[in-house]
């Protein structure tokens, strides 16, 4: 599920069905992975990012932080399963 898009915000935020949350074709972090996103593998991590953001002048809605931190405990139960079952973490 997406929690911010283009168009209505400056960054495009979803949880990947790999296990991690992904902030697509990010332009502030000198390591993406090999499509330009920015991994998150918790909730308060992205939430920095998206401050980060803001930061630098970009536009992110406030409903997304609050989506974020709503769907937390859904969303941290899913990447540590996920990601302990790709042994990537
Ligand atoms: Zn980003």
Same mark, same amino acid.
């Given at each position: /599920?997406?929690?911010? @898009?283009?168009?209505? !915000?400056? %960054?495009? %935020?979803?949880?990947?069905?790999?296990?991690?949350? =992904?902030?697509? !074709?990010?332009? &502030? %972090?000198? =390591?993406?992975? !090999?499509?330009?996103n920015y991994r998150?593998y918790d909730t308060?991590? /992205?939430?920095? $990012?998206?401050?980060?953001? @803001?930061?630098?002048?970009?536009?992110v809605l406030t409903? =997304? &932080?609050?989506?974020?931190? !709503?769907? $937390?405990?859904?969303? /941290?139960?899913? &990447?540590?399963? =996920?990601?302990?079952?790709?042994?990537?973490?």
């Amino acid at each position: /599920m997406s929690y911010s @898009r283009f168009g209505e !915000a400056d %960054v495009y %935020v979803y949880l990947d069905v790999s296990g991690y949350l =992904t902030c697509c !074709a990010c332009n &502030i %972090v000198e =390591t993406q992975d !090999a499509w330009g996103n920015y991994r998150a593998y918790d909730t308060e991590d /992205m939430v920095n $990012h998206l401050k980060d953001h @803001r930061k630098n002048g970009d536009r992110v809605l406030t409903d =997304t &932080i609050e989506r974020l931190w !709503a769907d $937390h405990e859904e969303n /941290m139960e899913f &990447i540590l399963k =996920t990601t302990f079952r790709h042994g990537e973490k």
